[in-house]
Each structure stands twice: as structure tokens, then as C-alpha cells.
T-cell receptor, first 111, second 113 residues
């Protein structure tokens, strides 16, 4: 079992819709959770971090964390074609600064 | 402020040759990470340094790979000898420890023929 799992997609949504991206992790003791966006041919960039159960909103992005179920999700409201990218879930599993990344979900937003 | 700088951006070499990838972290950052990204395996952590000291190199695939950080502003990842399966994008990232956010460099695209 992979430590951090994501559906590879592609997830295709129409412009203006809500895109929902999911991630599960194996280590129940994980404390920090991150969503990175990676455009094709570019490097990953952080868009959201979440540390406690519940929702965290930042503009059109909402991160949701459920530690009991060991999943973290990212909602993108009013999706735009410019949101088309691969979204990587990352989990910090121990007291080090090491992140474990999922394989990423490719999102396509259709105009 | 400049971000993480990596060089070269592209490298094409022949099997058996030595390859050296370079990274300059963001000034003031005290942790540095080397990752490898492939379609098959995704983004994998190879090694990370804290205050120039290697902390975890469990991701280094084999003895052909080595990494150094002689000072706070420079790190190298060396592959000797290189093999076609080493073809990947290699990213360097840095962070100021307690902030956790990792800032990635543009990556080095390595092709080993």
C-alpha cells in the first residue's frame, strides 16, 4: 500500500464547476498536509496547507481534513481553464521536515 | 528575492558518464531537499539536509548516487555512472525549517542515452 494515494485522473470538469480532489494516507500519526499544483513542465507550487480537522478556505480553494478517516481533499470552486494542472497531495508523517507525495491527480477544466 | 536556482536546466548524457546537478537554495533557508520525478514513480524524495547535514538519505536509489552540501548556499547531486533509468526530472527544494513550506526550483531534466 502506498503511503499517500490519489486517483491519477484525469478529472474533467466544465468551467465554473466545483472540482473535488481526494487523497488518502496510511500513517495515522501524520500531522501536516499540503496541496501542491504542478503545471506541465513546471515545478510544484504550494497552494494550501492544513493541520487540523475541518475545512480551511483560501479564495476559491478549500482544503478539508478528516484524520479519523485519514483523508484530505481539495475543492476548487468556480473552476477555470487555468486551474488545469496536476494536483499533488503531500503529507508530513513524522517530526522531520520530510514530505511524502502522492502521485498526483490531473485536472482538466473544459472551457 | 531569487527562488531556488538549479543548473543545468537540461542535461543529455550517455550511459556511464558522470552527471552533476547543482542547487542554490533560497537565502536563509536551512533545509534542502532533492527529489526525482518520473511518470512511473511520481515525486520521490532522495535526500534532505538540515543545516548542511544529511538527515535522511533513505531515498537514494543506490551507491551510484551521492549528494553533498558543503555550505548553506550550495548543494550537488552526483550520479556516477549514469544509467538510462536515471532519466527523470530532478528537483531541489528548500525551506526555512519551522515554516514547512517547501519552495521548489525549476528542475533539471536529465536524459541518459
Amino acid at each position: 500500500q502506498k503511503e499517500v494515494e490519489q486517483n491519477s485522473g484525469p478529472l474533467s470538469v466544465p468551467e465554473g464547476a466545483i472540482a473535488s480532489l481526494n487523497c488518502t494516507y496510511s500513517d495515522r500519526g501524520s500531522q501536516s498536509f499540503f496541496w501542491y499544483r504542478q503545471y506541465s513542465g513546471k515545478s510544484p507550487e504550494l497552494i494550501m496547507s492544513i493541520y487540523s480537522n475541518g475545512d480551511k478556505e483560501d479564495g476559491r480553494f478549500t482544503a478539508q481534513l478528516n484524520k479519523a478517516s485519514q483523508y484530505v481533499s481539495l475543492l476548487i470552486r468556480d473552476s477555470q481553464p487555468s486551474d488545469s494542472a496536476t494536483y499533488l497531495c503531500a503529507v508530513r508523517m513524522d517530526s522531520s521536515y520530510k514530505l511524502i507525495f502522492g502521485s498526483g491527480t490531473r485536472l482538466l477544466v473544459r472551457p | 528575492d531569487a527562488g531556488v536556482i538549479q543548473s543545468p536546466r537540461h542535461e543529455v548524457t550517455e550511459m556511464g558518464q558522470e552527471v552533476t546537478l547543482r542547487c542554490k537554495p533560497i537565502s536563509g533557508h536551512n533545509s534542502l531537499f532533492w527529489y526525482r520525478q518520473t511518470m512511473m514513480r511520481g515525486l520521490e524524495l532522495l535526500i534532505y539536509f538540515n543545516n548542511n547535514v544529511p538527515i535522511d538519505d533513505s531515498g537514494m536509489p543506490e551507491d551510484r548516487f551521492s549528494a553533498k552540501m558543503p555550505n548553506a548556499s550550495f548543494s550537488t547531486l552526483k550520479i556516477q555512472p549514469s544509467e538510462p533509468r536515471d532519466s527523470a526530472v530532478y528537483f531541489c527544494a528548500s525551506t526555512l525549517g519551522q515554516e514547512e513550506t517547501q519552495y521548489f526550483g525549476p528542475g533539471t531534466r536529465l536524459l541518459v542515452l
